[in-house]
């Protein structure tokens, strides 16, 4: 067994916030099921409470976690 974690850093234009969750949450979170080993997939976002005084380049995480065996 093989556990894997793939962090992906991102950004979504302004005003499409939204349609990026539905769309994380739908088409794409159904399309993952097809990946082999996928146990998990989350998404978080960094808000400006967060950031403080050091504004950071990337507001988006998407998590990915497999489990592959051979």
């Known amino acids: ?23 994380f949450d739908g088409e794409h979170r159904s399309k993952l099921t097809l990946l082999r080993g996928l146990t998990n997939a989350d998404r978080y976002e960094i808000t400006e409470a967060q950031m403080g005084d050091a ?6 995480l998407s998590v990915y976690d497999f489990d592959i065996t051979s």
């Open 55 to 60: 504004p950071q380049p990337w507001r988006y």
């Open 1 to 23: 067994m093989a556990l894997y974690t793939t962090l992906h850093l991102h950004n979504v234009p302004a005003g499409r916030e939204d349609e990026y969750a539905r769309w």
